[in-house]
């Protein structure tokens, strides 16, 4: 794809870059490209573009991904041909593409077709039972009727939007269970989580529900199909939702990356909704006085209007958006071990209503917020959001020790404009680091126990996952103290200690709490290995990229713990 060129930066908030002829044609309007609207006042423009400046200076990032998009769209709305050769990066996956940054390339998987009512309603049940509590990136009443909206229309009018929506959302339903590849064993699963556990459902129906099934991957070449179009269309780049859709798509294409091998990458697609999100201002809250205090259940003049219950939805949507972005950026960060997407430090946005989304419409609210009832599903997200805060004060603090360790080592030595001195946010009101990692140790105890119950949620995601990022947040924790001790360092030839250079920073542990580590870290490695194993009778747990990961880090974790114990505490 062409290249899009930045502007340089305008010296004012209102004032058109200098060189509008070297812009991609568009970016050259504030229009994205799209016919101009001739009632559109100047004044508006001004003032959308000053509240936009808080956020955002310059060509905002969501004109770019749609400049790209439209690049990559012939005028006749038809998918671009794949290009003959591919660079490196792009083959591997590993980023590159030649339309929207790679997230549309395009498998080599064969398309699944469009599945029937029957099947296409239980894979959308698998989604909202297990996925969409995690990560709450669609309203559950507005997509079911979007499934009924699609599956009474005829097929000749199904939107690329549509048709996106679905069959990511299919893809993530088939792929979250054990054994996808069979329907009957899948919606099996779901029913006896949810119903009676003796109720066996028709063989006929079984049978004929599991002949029409495919894999994930054929799903998801479905979807990223209607890709282009979805997000080139004028609904997408006019931001019929204030850019939110294009957030959507990008959110559940990274959710499908969370289990099965997707191009680019999930580290890219989660840095492209982290960038598409703070473009939009998610990640920045300011007060909203009129709005924090309307109760749904007293009229007023305005909320009769409608004004304020489609600012409420608006909110509302915006902030589970934010908070399912951030969650992505945290979860896969620290699965790789590498730097956030955002700071902390910036983040003002409150986390979504707990109310359930049969109580937040696009015309409002129709209970107050604070009027919580049980069940409701936002308890498993909230709880979540919670854990990546978490999950988010432990990374940074490790990688921020971790570089000091580098610096004590003559890193940066010579060089006085690197910020060598600035200290941890997170660590600075301790007096150590061990004592903050006490108390860090605590909030994760605390968060463990406060996890909702089952019943609270009404939902079938089991509360077993919860248990099981407790024990993977307490690897995380103590992994970097990891190291060789003296009895068994003595016992190692120089070359081979050379070999094995320790997980962490060595010797900065108190002999007292040495012991207290190991037994943390292999008590957490062998928890984590029985409660995948239990998951994995239960057919909760498919064979996914983070499945993977963190079994292979709890094996290792509880090897090396347990032997140290063994070898040199003699237990």
């Not at 049978?207 to 282009?228: F, V």
């Amino acid at each position: 794809m062409p290249m899009v060129p930045f502007p340089p930066q305008a010296k004012e908030a209102d004032e058109a870059p200098g060189d509008v002829s070297a812009l991609d044609p568009a970016l050259q309007d504030s229009n994205h490209g799209l016919p101009s609207n001739s009632t559109t006042k100047s004044s508006n423009r001004k003032a959308s573009i000053a509240k936009q400046s808080a956020h955002t200076t310059g060509i905002p990032f969501s004109r770019v991904v749609y400049a790209a998009v439209k690049s990559s769209v012939p005028s006749d709305g038809t998918a671009p041909k794949p290009s003959s050769s591919l660079s490196s990066a792009s083959a591997s996956g590993g980023g590159g593409s030649d339309s929207f940054f790679g997230l549309n390339t395009k498998p080599t998987v064969k398309p699944a077709p469009f599945p029937d009512f029957q099947l296409g309603q239980k894979l959308v049940e698998l989604y909202f039972e297990h996925a969409n509590p995690q990560m709450p990136i669609l309203h559950r009443g507005q997509f079911m009727q979007l499934v009924e909206r699609v599956y009474t229309a005829d097929v000749k009018k199904r939107k690329p939007r549509e048709l996106y929506l679905l069959n990511i959302v299919f893809a993530i339903g088939s792929g979250i269970i054990m054994d996808s590849l069979n329907v009957e064993q899948t919606v099996t699963a779901t029913e006896t989580t949810m119903d009676d556990a003796d109720t066996v459902p028709n063989p006929k129906k079984r049978q004929r529900i599991a002949k029409q099934q495919y894999q994930p991957e054929h799903y998801h070449s479905a979807a990223i199909m209607h890709l282009d179009s979805f997000l080139g269309s004028t609904a997408a780049a006019e931001g019929s939702g204030g850019g939110l859709e294009e957030l959507q798509a990008v959110l559940l294409l990274a959710g499908l990356a969370l289990l099965r091998p997707v191009a680019p990458g999930l580290w890219y697609i989660i840095g492209v909704a982290v960038r598409l999100a703070v473009d939009l201002g998610l990640h920045s809250e300011e007060l909203d006085a009129p709005l924090d205090d309307h109760d749904p259940t007293l009229a007023s003049s305005e909320s009769a209007s409608g004004s304020l219950g489609r600012r409420q939805w608006t909110r509302d949507m915006k902030r589970r958006l934010w908070w399912c972005t951030y969650s992505f950026d945290r979860l896969v960060s620290t699965c790789v071990g590498r730097p956030f997407g955002i700071s902390d430090q910036v983040v003002t946005t409150e986390f979504p209503s707990l109310l359930l989304d049969d109580h937040i419409t696009p015309s409002g609210f129709t209970k107050s917020p604070t009027a919580v009832e049980l069940p409701t599903y936002k308890l498993v997200a909230h709880h979540y959001f919670r854990l990546r805060l978490l999950q988010s004060e432990v990374l940074q603090v490790l990688q921020h020790r971790q570089a000091e360790q580098v610096r004590l080592l003559g890193a940066n030595r010579h060089n006085e404009y690197i910020h060598t001195e600035l200290p941890s946010p997170f660590v600075i009101r301790f007096q150590s680091f061990r004592e903050w990692r006490v108390d860090v140790d605590r909030r994760l105890w605390e968060w463990k126990e406060s996890a909702p119950k089952q019943e609270m949620t009404g939902v079938a995601f089991t509360p077993l996952f919860l248990e099981l990022n407790y024990w993977q947040a307490v690897i995380l924790l103590y992994r970097q103290s990891l190291a060789v001790p003296e009895p068994l360092a003595g016992e190692l030839s120089p070359s081979t200690v050379g070999d094995l250079p320790s997980p962490g920073p060595a010797g900065l542990e108190p002999k007292e709490d040495e012991e207290m580590i190991f037994m943390k870290v292999a008590q957490a490695g062998q928890t984590v290995l029985k409660l995948y194993r239990q998951l994995h009778r239960l057919k909760l747990v498919n064979y996914t990229f983070l499945a993977t990961h963190h079994l292979f880090m709890s094996g290792i974790s509880f090897l090396y713990g347990t032997y140290i114990l063994t070898s040199c505490f003699r237990l």
